[in-house]
């Protein structure tokens, strides 16, 4: 099969020239404080206005060179893309080492009908950038694209078994978020501090722009007017930066579904930027439950799959969520429709009671030396910090009723929490290492530690369950190298 030269949109020279503006952002900032004076008596002064035009077409010069010297074609089984600012390079890529092209629509891309694709290969785990991306091409050509290697790949020229045909055959999404469900996800995150991170972060590049020392002032007299005006400002902006991020997440969210083709898996979402991600059924290598503290308590849940390959710049090619938000009654149902050959049960093996101290003990441990010190220099009043050990031994309570496991042929399940609770399934033939640790205070107490490992992404998921008791430990390090 062969394709003739293709080049990209011209739009993607525009892109190239934003994505370097934003690398040169705080350069850009220097020089334009640095031309930010009342009086300008010559050509030196105007220096640093000229080096930002000077850089400015540079970069606009050296984006178009790079639109034009990149093509890519389909030839004898291999992704062809040729491209280089001075130096001309060639890549080819074997069609059969492609496991999926990812689709991303932003906002330069939706008014020309354009996407970017990302082209995601077994070796891509093992880089920091996908094998290959296409920053702007027509819709048709991405589909032509797909559809070209997917024939490559079956041996075949048949184009109703194309990816194309498969999903127009299925009409109905195999799971999707409805506008009650994207609502539940966006109050039950923790997008408020999020977007609180995001200001502050702002807030600390403009030192140069934003007048901090009257600002100050300012709020000093606004103090003064009394504690219940600062408090409810306080609220009201909390308030305010919880709206945000759940528009936030009915952006990142909108129109999330989820396609079966053939033996791949197509999830599509996004309002402003839409994505399409794909991922291989072969290369999961584990199922991951999780419950935050407030989901946990409504009956909701995240599902997780750990994705074997994608670069560790990309996020949406490793721990991918499959099921941002779900009530956990559904979960069994719906990954038995994709995963029959997974056992979903509720049923563990809890740990032994001797455990439970440990856990209580680590967790309030963390605030005994700040709860002393406050202790001594602030008597009297310094006791009430001791009731911080309160809210941790609780979570290390909560910490000991989590943690559990299971053993279904070849399948072990683990349970544990942080301050999510987790619960990790995997196959034994997925399972990259099963470690185990008996410390000598463990041994005293008959426990002993375990931590799994699966891969995902570059370096792997790691699943730890502390304060086992010392069979238990055994018997699965036992299942696991394949000893009776």
Same mark, same amino acid.
């Given at each position: 099969?062969?394709?003739?030269?293709?080049?990209?949109?011209?739009?993607?020279?525009?892109?190239?020239?934003?994505k370097?503006?934003?690398?040169?952002?705080?350069?850009?900032?220097?020089?334009?404080?640095?031309n930010?004076?009342?009086?300008?008596?010559?050509?030196?002064?105007?220096?640093?206005?000229?080096?930002?035009?000077?850089?400015?077409?540079?970069?606009?010069?050296?984006?178009?060179?790079? %639109?034009?010297r990149?093509?890519?074609?389909?030839?004898?089984?291999?992704?062809?893309?040729?491209?280089?600012l001075?130096?001309?390079?060639?890549?080819?890529?074997?069609?059969?080492?492609?496991q999926?092209?990812?689709?991303?629509?932003?906002?330069?891309?939706?008014?020309?009908?354009?996407?970017?694709?990302?082209?995601?290969?077994?070796?891509?785990?093992?880089?920091?950038?996908?094998?290959a991306?296409?920053?702007?091409?027509?819709?048709?050509?991405?589909?032509?694209?797909?559809?070209?290697?997917?024939?490559?790949?079956?041996?075949?020229?048949?184009?109703e078994?194309?990816?194309?045909?498969?999903?127009?055959?299925?009409?109905?999404?195999?799971?999707?978020?409805?506008?009650?469900?994207?609502?539940?996800?966006?109050?039950?995150?923790?997008?408020?501090?999020?977007i609180?991170?995001g200001?502050?972060?702002?807030?600390?590049?403009?030192?140069?722009?934003?007048?901090?020392?009257?600002?100050?002032?300012?709020?000093?007299?606004?103090?003064?007017?009394?504690?219940?005006?600062?408090?409810?400002?306080?609220?009201?902006?909390?308030?305010?930066?919880w709206?945000?991020?759940?528009?936030?997440?009915?952006?990142?969210?909108?129109?999330?579904?989820?396609?079966?083709v053939?033996?791949?898996?197509?999830?599509?979402?996004? @309002?402003?930027?839409?994505?399409?991600?794909?991922?291989?059924?072969?290369?999961?290598?584990?199922?991951?439950?999780?419950?935050?503290?407030?989901?946990?308590?409504?009956?909701?849940?995240?599902?997780?799959?750990?994705?074997?390959?994608?670069?560790?710049?990309?996020?949406?090619?490793?721990?991918?969520?499959?099921?941002?938000?779900?009530k956990?009654?559904?979960?069994?149902?719906?990954?038995?429709?994709?995963?029959?050959?997974?056992?979903?049960?509720?049923?563990?093996?809890?740990?032994?009671?001797?455990?439970?101290?440990?856990?209580?003990?680590?967790?309030?441990?963390?605030?005994?030396?700040?709860?002393?010190?406050?202790?001594?220099?602030? %008597?009297?009043?310094?006791?009430?910090?001791?009731?911080?050990?309160?809210?941790?031994?609780?979570?290390?309570?909560?910490?000991?009723?989590?943690?559990?496991?299971r053993?279904?042929?070849?399948?072990?399940?683990?349970?544990?929490?942080?301050?999510?609770?987790?619960?990790?399934?995997?196959?034994?033939?997925?399972?990259?290492?099963?470690?185990?640790?008996?410390?000598?205070?463990?041994?005293?107490?008959?426990?002993?530690?375990?931590?799994?490992?699966?891969?995902s992404?570059?370096?792997?998921?790691?699943?730890?369950?502390?304060? @086992?008791?010392?069979?238990?430990?055994?018997?699965?390090?036992?299942?696991?190298?394949?000893?009776?």
């Amino acid at each position: 099969m062969m394709s003739e030269h293709k080049r990209l949109h011209p739009i993607s020279a525009v892109a190239n020239f934003i994505k370097q503006l934003k690398d040169l952002i705080v350069p850009l900032i220097f020089l334009f404080v640095l031309n930010n004076r009342e009086e300008k008596n010559g050509f030196w002064d105007y220096l640093p206005l000229l080096s930002m035009a000077v850089v400015l077409v540079f970069v606009l010069v050296f984006g178009i060179i790079k %639109w034009l010297r990149f093509t890519y074609r389909v030839e004898e089984g291999e992704l062809r893309i040729e491209y280089g600012l001075f130096v001309k390079k060639k890549r080819y890529i074997p069609i059969d080492r492609i496991q999926s092209l990812n689709f991303s629509e932003g906002i330069l891309h939706r008014p020309f009908g354009l996407v970017k694709v990302k082209v995601e290969t077994a070796g891509s785990s093992n880089s920091r950038e996908s094998e290959a991306e296409l920053t702007a091409i027509t819709k048709k050509e991405a589909q032509d694209l797909e559809n070209m290697i997917y024939v490559e790949k079956k041996g075949h020229t048949d184009v109703e078994d194309s990816p194309e045909s498969s999903e127009t055959r299925e009409e109905e999404p195999y799971f999707s978020l409805g506008s009650k469900d994207i609502w539940v996800l966006a109050a039950t995150s923790g997008g408020v501090g999020v977007i609180i991170s995001g200001v502050a972060l702002f807030l600390s590049q403009m030192n140069e722009l934003i007048p901090y020392e009257a600002v100050y002032e300012e709020v000093a007299v606004f103090v003064q007017n009394g504690v219940f005006v600062v408090a409810m400002t306080v609220f009201l902006g909390l308030i305010l930066a919880w709206v945000l991020s759940i528009i936030w997440t009915f952006i990142i969210y909108g129109d999330f579904k989820i396609k079966i083709v053939d033996d791949h898996i197509v999830m599509t979402r996004g @309002l402003l930027e839409k994505k399409q991600v794909t991922v291989p059924l072969n290369r999961v290598q584990g199922i991951r439950v999780v419950e935050n503290p407030i989901r946990q308590l409504i009956g909701y849940c995240t599902v997780h799959i750990e994705n074997a390959g994608g670069s560790v710049l990309e996020k949406d090619s490793m721990s991918i969520k499959l099921f941002p938000i779900v009530k956990k009654e559904q979960v069994p149902d719906l990954l038995k429709g994709l995963f029959p050959d997974y056992i979903i049960q509720h049923d563990f093996k809890g740990l032994p009671g001797r455990s439970m101290r440990r856990y209580v003990f680590r967790q309030s441990a963390w605030v005994l030396v700040p709860t002393a010190a406050a202790c001594y220099f602030y %008597w009297p009043y310094g006791l009430w910090a001791s009731l911080l050990i309160l809210p941790f031994g609780v979570l290390g309570y909560f910490q000991y009723r989590a943690g559990g496991w299971r053993i279904d042929g070849g399948q072990l399940t683990l349970r544990y929490r942080g301050l999510l609770k987790n619960t990790m399934y995997m196959k034994k033939s997925r399972i990259q290492s099963l470690d185990t640790k008996v410390s000598w205070f463990q041994s005293r107490k008959e426990l002993g530690s375990l931590s799994t490992t699966v891969k995902s992404g570059v370096t792997g998921h790691e699943s730890p369950v502390k304060d @086992l008791d010392q069979e238990d430990v055994k018997r699965i390090a036992s299942w696991f190298s394949h000893r009776v």
